[in-house]
């Protein structure tokens, strides 16, 4: 059975910093794209990362540039984005998903037949 489990999430200050794990199973994430989504209430998703299958490139949109960082764990199965200098308004679920591809523009990140989706992690950034 495809499965993504995402983890780490929880309360964090402004400033602070978080590492989000996305764990697969069922197949092998060596083979795909995979992103980090987020959706806070009341606001439409936001793709905030993108990791190529082919040669591992690694694209952000403006809003998390240079605070956010994707990497993937083959050996592991499992897909991770750190998250440096967060701000209140980084609070949100974030969910993992994977697929043949993805890209991201100065506004956001954007799945390409994405068909695994994980169930989301709590982010909250408050003082």
């Given at each position: 059975?495809?499965?993504?489990?995402?983890?780490?999430?929880?309360?964090?200050?402004?400033?602070?910093?978080?590492?989000?794990?996305?764990?697969?199973?069922?197949?092998?994430?060596?083979?795909?794209?995979?992103?980090?989504?987020?959706?806070?209430?009341?606001?439409?998703?936001?793709?905030?990362?993108?990791?190529?299958?082919?040669?591992?490139?690694?694209?952000?949109?403006?809003?998390?540039?240079?605070?956010?960082?994707?990497?993937?764990?083959?050996?592991?199965?499992?897909?991770?984005?750190?998250?440096?200098?967060?701000?209140?308004?980084?609070?949100?679920?974030?969910?993992?998903?994977?697929?043949?591809?993805?890209?991201?523009?100065?506004?956001?990140?954007?799945?390409?037949?994405f068909?695994?989706?994980?169930q989301?992690?709590?982010v909250?950034?408050?003082?």
């Amino acid at each position: 059975q495809v499965q993504l489990v995402e983890s780490g999430g929880g309360l964090v200050q402004p400033g602070g910093s978080l590492r989000l794990s996305c764990a697969a199973s069922g197949f092998s994430l060596d083979y795909y794209a995979i992103g980090w989504f987020r959706q806070a209430p009341g606001k439409e998703r936001e793709g905030v990362s993108c990791i190529s299958s082919s040669d591992g490139n690694t694209y952000y949109p403006d809003s998390v540039k240079g605070r956010f960082s994707i990497s993937r764990d083959n050996a592991k199965n499992t897909v991770y984005l750190q998250m440096n200098s967060l701000k209140p308004e980084d609070t949100a679920v974030y969910v993992c998903a994977t697929g043949p591809g993805c890209y991201c523009s100065n506004y956001g990140c954007y799945s390409l037949g994405f068909g695994s989706w994980g169930q989301g992690t709590q982010v909250t950034v408050s003082s």
